[in-house]
């Protein structure tokens, strides 16, 4: 990587204040969805289970609209759609262009949710591998209901792109914690109704009630529809008026459709392999020795270690990439390649500061998370997916970088080289989730997709860093490599004093009941904040001057609190 000099001033510094207040909005509302998404996620676990039947169910019906979306909008519009607004807005009549990206957008995400759900029992069979038929059941039940959150989410996020391309961010990040609430209505409902989850006596597939069905699902999918339909009020008092647009001016969308039809074939190679590695969690769910309350994890297990390692990701990397994205791209749009180039360094010194403190902690506290989420789970299952997780989270740091490379390209509109980037990334994730499938026994199956999704965040950051290298003259590599090298150091320091009070505390395996969870979370949050003290000194030691600037928008929120 070449490195080349920071001026103290000059037209890339400008938006700095800007993107201070934006990262610290969408951080706010990022973290307050989150929060409400774990006390969902918790309840679920309370009404149907971690390690059993109807979980797993559950959770593959409930990823499949995910998935397609992931495969038909998410990468489509992130690619292609804010570079496109951003420049349609900043021209006389591109409110015509954009009003044309939201009807096919809108169009085409309706009618592939039609034919998803009409065809949810292949799916339900392509993400599964020797479940039987009563259990296959179930999750297609389930998947009636919730495919069709397909739809709601391609309008929130083509709402959603726009108040971003107008520069109002916060709806964008705070409308999920009406989803959240919605949600836990819902589960709360359940839970009246029908009773928490009895792990000595758990129902059978073919038990479960229409009802029972209508209400998990059918809530989860009426928690996204609130979601995107709240974006309306903000874009219509920001002065938007939509007005459906089919047809336009020949060409309109060219560097659209190319940008689309890359950023697609990307995203349906990532899928593949998610497809792929969820068969091997998914059959650790039913191999031999797989129980309620075991200590095999399986999909949903995975999902909920997923849900908390995404939890800083979320929270720190996407609500700074997203308020950096419609500046990079009008740096992009101008051809100002020092200033992106001087975007990009400062959001992976930013981003690092968090990731690497966030990694180590969440490695050391795993147990004691695990209990403290999942106040219903059994000791053989707070292990179960405190493993997972554990395995997940040393992909944490490139994650982190990897997203920023990859808006970068986007805003560059190369989703080409995106797409060549995935196919290695996706090899090794597979490759490592099915060799621990061969070779140990099913307790490690789905830690094995941990690890697997870990070295695939590390190839991807190697490769995407290598190319963009390339295409700006540098990356300001030493500068970002020695903030990581002394994060490292200072998260080594403050993990060591950590680990050695651990010492001193029982195990989390031994925390149980409504008491067990309190004593976790105390574990967790004096322990954090040792973590964290502990951190803070030794950047300051080792003059980590991005430590006061990752912190200055929470400080300045916590001052005016």
Same mark, same amino acid.
């Given at each position: 990587?070449?490195?080349?000099?920071?001026?103290?001033?000059?037209?890339?510094?400008?938006?700095?204040?800007?993107?201070?207040?934006?990262?610290?909005?969408?951080?706010?509302?990022?973290?307050?969805?989150?929060?409400?998404?774990?006390?969902?996620?918790?309840?679920?676990?309370?009404?149907?289970?971690?390690?059993?039947?109807?979980?797993?169910?559950?959770?593959?019906?409930?990823?499949?609209?995910?998935?397609?979306?992931?495969?038909?909008?998410?990468?489509?519009?992130?690619?292609?759609?804010?570079?496109?607004?951003?420049?349609?807005?900043?021209?006389?009549?591109?409110?015509?262009?954009?009003?044309?990206?939201?009807?096919?957008?809108?169009?085409?995400?309706?009618?592939?949710?039609?034919?998803?759900?009409?065809?949810?029992?292949?799916?339900?069979?392509?993400?599964?591998?020797?479940?039987?038929?009563?259990?296959?059941?179930?999750?297609?039940?389930?998947?009636?209901?919730?495919?069709?959150?397909?739809?709601?989410?391609?309008?929130?996020?083509?709402?959603?792109?726009?108040?971003?391309?107008?520069?109002?961010?916060?709806?964008?990040?705070?409308?999920?914690?009406?989803?959240?609430?919605?949600?836990?209505?819902?589960?709360?409902?359940?839970?009246?109704?029908?009773?928490?989850?009895?792990?000595?006596?758990?129902?059978?597939?073919?038990?479960?009630?229409?009802?029972?069905?209508?209400?998990?699902?059918?809530?989860?999918?009426?928690?996204?529809?609130?979601?995107?339909?709240?974006?309306?009020?903000?874009?219509?008092?920001?002065?938007?008026?939509?007005?459906?647009?089919?047809?336009?001016?020949?060409?309109?969308?060219?560097?659209?459709?190319?940008?689309?039809?890359?950023?697609?074939?990307?995203?349906?190679?990532?899928?593949?392999?998610?497809?792929?590695?969820?068969?091997?969690?998914?059959?650790?769910?039913?191999?031999?020795?797989?129980?309620?309350?075991?200590?095999?994890?399986?999909?949903?297990?995975?999902?909920?270690?997923?849900?908390?390692?995404?939890?800083?990701?979320?929270?720190?990397?996407?609500?700074?990439?997203?308020?950096?994205?419609?500046?990079?791209?009008?740096?992009?749009?101008?051809?100002?390649?020092?200033?992106?180039?001087?975007?990009?360094?400062?959001?992976?010194?930013?981003?690092?500061?968090?990731?690497?403190?966030?990694?180590?902690?969440?490695?050391?506290?795993?147990?004691?998370?695990?209990?403290?989420?999942?106040?219903?789970?059994?000791?053989?299952?707070?292990?179960?997916?405190?493993?997972?997780?554990?395995?997940?989270?040393?992909?944490?740091?490139?994650?982190?970088?990897?997203?920023?490379?990859?808006?970068?390209?986007?805003?560059?509109?190369?989703?080409?080289?995106?797409?060549?980037?995935?196919?290695?990334?996706?090899?090794?994730?597979?490759?490592?989730?099915?060799?621990?499938?061969?070779?140990?026994?099913?307790?490690?199956?789905?830690?094995?997709?941990?690890?697997? %999704?870990?070295?695939?965040? +590390?190839?991807?950051?190697?490769?995407? *860093? &290598?190319? @963009?290298? $390339? =295409? /700006? !003259?540098?990356?300001?590599?030493?500068?970002?490599?020695?903030?990581?090298?002394?994060?490292?150091?200072?998260?080594?320091?403050?993990?060591?004093?950590?680990?050695?009070?651990?010492?001193?505390?029982?195990?989390?395996?031994?925390?149980?009941?409504?008491?067990?969870?309190?004593?976790?979370?105390?574990?967790?949050?004096?322990?954090?904040?040792?973590?964290?003290?502990?951190?803070?000194?030794? %950047?300051?030691?080792?003059? +980590?001057?991005?430590?006061?600037?990752? *912190? &200055?928008? @929470?400080? $300045? =929120? /916590? !001052?005016?609190?």
């Amino acid at each position: 990587m070449t490195d080349f000099p920071e001026p103290a001033s000059g037209p890339e510094e400008r938006p700095r204040p800007s993107l201070g207040r934006a990262s610290a909005v969408m951080a706010s509302g990022t973290a307050t969805s989150r929060v409400l998404g774990l006390v969902r996620n918790s309840l679920l676990v309370a009404a149907i289970g971690l390690n059993a039947d109807a979980a797993n169910a559950y959770d593959i019906a409930n990823r499949l609209p995910n998935a397609f979306f992931a495969i038909l909008a998410a990468g489509v519009l992130n690619a292609a759609l804010v570079p496109q607004i951003v420049k349609a807005l900043h021209r006389e009549g591109g409110e015509q262009t954009v009003h044309r990206i939201l009807t096919i957008g809108g169009v085409i995400t309706l009618g592939a949710t039609l034919a998803f759900t009409f065809t949810a029992q292949v799916w339900v069979g392509l993400y599964t591998e020797g479940w039987p038929p009563e259990l296959l059941a179930l999750a297609t039940a389930f998947a009636y209901w919730c495919i069709p959150q397909l739809f709601f989410y391609g309008l929130y996020t083509l709402l959603g792109q726009v108040l971003n391309a107008k520069s109002q961010f916060g709806p964008f990040m705070w409308s999920p914690v009406l989803n959240n609430v919605v949600s836990i209505a819902g589960l709360v409902a359940f839970l009246a109704f029908f009773g928490p989850f009895d792990e000595a006596n758990p129902l059978a597939p073919e038990e479960w009630t229409p009802a029972a069905i209508a209400v998990i699902g059918g809530t989860a999918t009426l928690g996204i529809a609130a979601q995107a339909l709240i974006l309306i009020i903000p874009l219509v008092r920001g002065g938007y008026r939509y007005h459906w647009k089919w047809r336009g001016p020949k060409g309109e969308l060219t560097a659209i459709g190319r940008i689309a039809a890359w950023a697609l074939a990307a995203v349906g190679v990532e899928q593949v392999g998610v497809a792929l590695v969820m068969r091997v969690a998914a059959a650790a769910a039913t191999a031999p020795g797989a129980e309620p309350g075991g200590v095999i994890a399986g999909n949903m297990a995975y999902f909920q270690a997923l849900s908390l390692y995404l939890v800083p990701h979320s929270v720190v990397t996407i609500s700074l990439a997203t308020a950096m994205y419609t500046t990079m791209a009008g740096h992009a749009a101008r051809n100002e390649m020092a200033s992106l180039r001087l975007d990009l360094s400062r959001g992976l010194r930013t981003v690092g500061v968090f990731t690497v403190i966030a990694t180590a902690g969440m490695i050391l506290f795993a147990p004691y998370i695990i209990r403290a989420y999942l106040v219903t789970a059994t000791a053989a299952e707070v292990r179960s997916v405190a493993w997972v997780m554990s395995a997940m989270v040393i992909g944490l740091v490139p994650l982190g970088a990897t997203v920023l490379f990859k808006r970068v390209y986007f805003v560059l509109e190369d989703a080409k080289s995106i797409f060549y980037m995935h196919i290695p990334m996706t090899i090794a994730w597979v490759a490592i989730a099915y060799g621990f499938q061969e070779l140990t026994d099913p307790r490690w199956w789905t830690v094995g997709v941990g690890l697997g %999704l870990a070295m695939s965040n +590390v190839v991807g950051v190697v490769l995407r *860093a &290598g190319g @963009l290298s $390339r =295409r /700006l !003259g540098g990356l300001d590599g030493r500068r970002v490599m020695t903030l990581h090298g002394k994060a490292l150091l200072a998260a080594l320091a403050a993990s060591a004093v950590v680990w050695g009070l651990l010492l001193a505390v029982p195990p989390a395996e031994e925390l149980t009941g409504v008491g067990g969870r309190f004593a976790a979370v105390g574990v967790v949050v004096g322990g954090g904040v040792i973590l964290l003290a502990v951190y803070a000194a030794a %950047l300051w030691i080792l003059r +980590v001057e991005e430590a006061k600037d990752a *912190a &200055g928008p @929470l400080l $300045r =929120r /916590l !001052g005016r609190g």
